[in-house]
């Protein structure tokens, strides 16, 4: 399969490590992807849904002690602790690797060892990087196959480079309490074991998307970013690109694959998708940033998807897709899960596996619902009915905006621009939601997500903020311009009073607007504030008083959020840029 020595040398010691029975390459073709499917629903690890309804379609149910990313036990293994920095567990990387090599040691003894070559981001792009995971999973061989492009041209792209990601994931004995998930950026090196779920083992997703390619980004002078990707097309048939980053529960995936109301619609508004998670953006020869979507498809969470929430990630699931910790609808072959629809399935397997009861099902209880909470779709992208035509490029669209956003009751108003990319850092660095009933802990208290990648930051977050004020220097004024959105502002009994999900195009055709000189704003204490009157209210049931109630600053709860920002910038240290203290001195001022 190659001749590149340092890949050749790595599978030496890994096949020595892990003692596995055979060796099979992966090669991304229809028929290898076929057999390793029979072969899944042989061993028990898939079962094959009804072909008529969800052609090419499998379920999988993982431990129920191993469900979710396990962010206690996610290391980044530097040579020092600060170099990891205070928002991430760190580890000693010598120590490390011989911990996990004592763990995976003969683990792969009587199972097959899987290779899988992959490219993150369209195979020869420039913005595009490889990475080789060694898997004993069958599940996760057809998970990166969905989720990253596998194919023999990888390693023709490597050639003899040593610019490649090593992964190696053991699912051991699924255990919990030797359940790791390691990082070693200096080395390209991620090592998963223990564990068996998807956002644990795909090693293309998180690990390296964010976590190792953030550190890749920094030494190299490119970005990786916890970011949808859209492009938003205008009656004239022009498209504009946004990257924007949410925390989780924030409708993230639900605006990538947005659908405009029908009064834009009507106009001939268009969004496309060009990626749901992860952007990775480089600047490009004339100066302005571009950006690729690394994966090649959606893991998402499944409850609460429906036809009404997000017809097009749902469409996107209709066939060539793996369904983890769903129920199993038994009367049709096929899968349910809370709010996919108002019918309760008589006769179904919940995703322990054991007969569900829907006579006993209580919404407010989690531990009588027929789905996980975090069950999941792989779903191939080719198979959304947005997808951009630039998903599979490899040059990257141009990015006009970068949004920030979060869940915010009263503080933040629906949609403001910074003063200027440095002044946008500050917005990002400072980013915060409160807390749903979804979410562990209290309702309504502040967490703080810089940029959305608090636990995908391969290094120390203070570094990470000074590179992005680095990188706004060397765009200069093709910097895109930087907004942050909050859709969740709230009355004074707590319903929300903007109505979100389509009608949010309004918003984006605001921001458009700015980064086009097109529209004017009010400037406040915290950016620029749109004027009512321009933000189109057409065919929805809102008045332009409550509008401006929803765009509106309170000082005095600014006041408090300063002094909020200030002690969350305090875990930086000295590590937190000067430019950032004195943003937040500003706003201080401003605010006054």
């Known amino acids: ?120 981001g369209p195979i020869g792009s420039p913005l595009a990087k490889i990475g080789i995971e060694v898997t004993d999973s069958v599940y996760v061989v057809l998970n990166m196959l969905i989720m990253t492009r596998v194919s023999d041209k990888v390693m023709e792209v490597l050639g003899d480079s040593n610019d490649w990601v090593r992964g190696l994931h053991s699912r051991c004995d699924i255990d919990p309490e030797n359940r790791y998930i390691c990082h070693f950026p200096q080395d390209n090196t991620i090592i998963s074991v223990n564990s068996g779920y998807g956002g644990n083992v795909l090693l293309g997703k998180k690990c390296f998307a964010l976590r190792i390619a953030s550190y ?83 893991f998402g969470v499944a409850p609460g998807t429906n036809e009404h929430s997000n017809f097009n990630a749902l469409e996107s699931t209709k066939k060539n897709t793996i369904f983890t910790n769903v129920a199993h609808d038994l009367s049709d072959n096929t899968v349910w899960w809370e709010g996919l629809n108002k019918n309760l399935p008589e006769n179904a397997i919940d995703w322990r596996g054991n007969p569900w009861d829907p006579a006993k099902f209580n919404k407010a209880d989690k531990s009588t619902c027929a789905a996980h909470p975090n069950s999941r779709f792989t779903a191939p992208a080719e198979n959304c009915p947005c997808i951009s035509d630039e998903f599979n490029k490899g040059q990257g669209v141009r990015i006009s905006a970068i949004v920030f956003g979060g869940r915010r009751a009263k503080c933040a108003p629906l949609v403001y621009q910074s003063k200027n990319w440095e002044n946008g850092v500050f917005v990002g660095s400072a980013m915060a939601s409160e807390t749903t009933a979804a979410a562990a802990g209290a309702v309504g208290v502040v967490r703080r997500d810089p940029m959305a990648m608090l636990p995908f930051c391969g290094y120390h977050m203070g570094d990470y903020f000074r590179h992005w004020l680095e990188m706004g220097k060397k765009l200069g004024d093709k910097a895109p311009k930087i907004f942050n959105v909050n859709w969740f502002r709230t009355d004074d009994e707590g319903n929300f009073i903007w109505p979100g999900f389509g009608d949010n195009m309004r918003v984006l055709n605001w921001i458009i607007d700015r980064c086009e000189g097109k529209a004017d704003a009010t400037e406040t204490a915290i950016g620029y504030v749109p004027k009512p009157e321009d933000i189109d209210l057409t065919d929805l049931d809102m008045d ?37 203290r004195a943003q937040l001195e500003n706003l201080k001022a401003n605010l006054k």
């Open 1 to 120: 399969m190659t001749k590149n020595e340092t890949v050749l040398k790595w599978l030496g010691e890994m096949e020595e490590l892990l003692t596995p029975d055979k060796v099979v390459w992966i090669d991304g073709s229809d028929e290898q992807r076929d057999q390793l499917r029979a072969l899944a629903v042989e061993l028990g690890e898939l079962e094959k849904l009804n072909e008529e309804k969800l052609p090419g379609c499998y379920l999988h149910r993982t431990n129920p002690n191993d469900v979710a990313r396990v962010e206690d036990r996610t290391f980044i293994c530097t040579e020092t602790k600060e170099e990891a920095g205070p928002t991430n567990n760190w580890e000693d990387p010598a120590k490390m690797y011989k911990k996990l090599y004592d763990i995976a040691r003969g683990s792969y003894k009587g199972r097959t060892m899987y290779v899988i070559p992959y490219s993150m």
């Open 216 to 298: 890749q980004g920094w030494k190299e002078g490119w970005m990786a970013e916890h970011m949808l990707i859209l492009g938003l097309q205008n009656p004239k048939g022009e498209v504009k690109y946004i990257a924007a980053a949410f925390p989780s529960a924030c409708g993230k995936t639900n605006l990538a694959m947005l659908i405009p109301p029908k009064y834009l619609r009507d106009k001939g508004y268009k969004i496309w998708t060009v990626g749901d998670d992860i952007s990775w953006m480089r600047i490009g020869p004339d100066g302005y940033l571009y950006a690729i979507n690394p994966e090649n498809g959606f």
């Open 544 to 580: 332009m008083d409550t509008l401006k109630e929803i765009l509106t600053v309170d000082k005095e709860i600014w006041t408090k959020e300063a002094e909020e920002i200030e002690e969350h910038y305090k875990k930086f240290g000295d590590k937190l840029p000067e430019e950032l």
